[in-house]
């Protein structure tokens, strides 16, 4: 289930990225210098990367501040500089814009596949059916058991919130969770899912927030064990749910409506809606969602 979010550290390009080269060779046929060297720095932390094109030399060299601009800081040294079209520090004063442009979409770049890298790899890690989706509700990202589910999804397209809920083609029903999640003030939603074969599912939906102003949404689907009352009873010991109590809370999870586990249990719907509110109460819950995530929590 849902855990906290990673924050990633910034990273730099690698020694051998290609789109580096060609930026420093481009600086080198300019100039007409003999070697470049680029240092690039994140702030605060510190790290630091050095990238080096053509042969270095001792004929006087050209350094020009660059100020990308985020949390990067970058020096360029360029050897031998003063035999091209833009040899003189005046020139290479009025293309720093066009520098800094180039190597702080560089970082960024790098910064953004080196993230989806990871979070790729921490959903492909997961046993749970994992979707990405963006704001468009578009799936972005789906890992190998998500993939299965939506090959499930063309041969038994319908699904149901609970089992009183009413037949929703799956993605359709996801997607209209995604949307009450994001009209909501919550960060995530779970319900209990109802597919075409009958076996229940937990859906988890989280609200990602990121930089941007593109929503993501993080759908999880998961093999549910709907525990019984006794299974309840002493998980909830702590907080003296009874057993009736811890029958009723059983059956809520099943997706019974109060009368039918009135019918089950042999009580009336008013006892069932009291044994549900004092349960309720000692849970500190007051939702059927809430439960789920009481459940799946402890």
Known sequence: MWRAPIVLAEV?????????AAI???L????GASGCELHLRLQPDGKAAVYRRGTPCGEPSLVVELEPGGQVRATCTLCGAGRGPVASPAAISSLR????????????RCNSSHQLEVVADILGASEDATLLVDGHGEIVYVNARGDALLS???????????????????????????????ASAERSRRQSLVLGDGMTWELEVVT???RGSTPYTLVILAPYHVPTGDELRTRFASCRVTARESAVLAAVLEGMKAVEIADRLGITEYTVKDHLKHAYAKLGINSRSQLLARVASS
């Open 152 to 182: 499930m999804h063309t041969e038994q397209p319908m699904a149901r919130l609970g089992r009183a809920g009413t037949p929703t083609p799956l993605l359709h029903l996801v997607g209209a969770e995604i949307a009450a999640l994001r």
């Open 24 to 26: 420093l060779e481009g």
């Open 97 to 108: 814009p066009l520098l800094d442009g180039a190597l702080l979409a560089l970082v960024e």
């Open 28 to 31: 080198c046929a300019a100039t």
């Open 12 to 20: 730099l390009p690698t020694a051998d990225d290609p789109a580096v």
């Open 208 to 210: 990602l927030s990121g």
